[in-house]
């Protein structure tokens, strides 16, 4: 993983973060919205800025994985089931 990535990830905010752990878990930006007890269009916009720290075109579950991977968050989450390719090393 590159440095950009690695910093990019420590950049995120606390809320990106919680972000990142609740689509992971396969949650849509409303459902993440009623947990967060926010907007779902603030979670579209948080979505949106996270994409550019990480200068990814989405969020696909291999960037979601990586980020929660390098934040040293993957073992906190419970029943983390990932396979794709950085999972798999």
């Known amino acids: 993983m590159c440095n950009h990535f ?3 990830v420590e950049m995120l ?3 990106e973060s ?9 949650l849509s930006a409303k459902e993440a919205a009623r947990i967060l ?3 779902h269009r603030t979670v579209e916009g948080q979505i ?7 200068g990814v075109p989405k969020l696909s579950g291999e960037v979601l994985c990586r980020i929660l991977y390098s934040s040293g968050k993957a073992g906190k989450i419970e029943n983390l ?3 794709c390719f950085f999972c798999k090393k």
Do not use: D, M, P, Y
Request: net charge positive; charged share 20%.
């Open 6 to 8: 690695l910093k990019a």
């Open 13 to 15: 905010t606390e809320i």
């Open 18 to 26: 919680k972000i990142v752990t609740l689509l992971f878990q396969g």
């Open 37 to 39: 007890q926010c907007s």
């Open 48 to 54: 949106s800025n996270i994409k550019l720290k990480l």
């Open 81 to 83: 089931e990932c396979s």
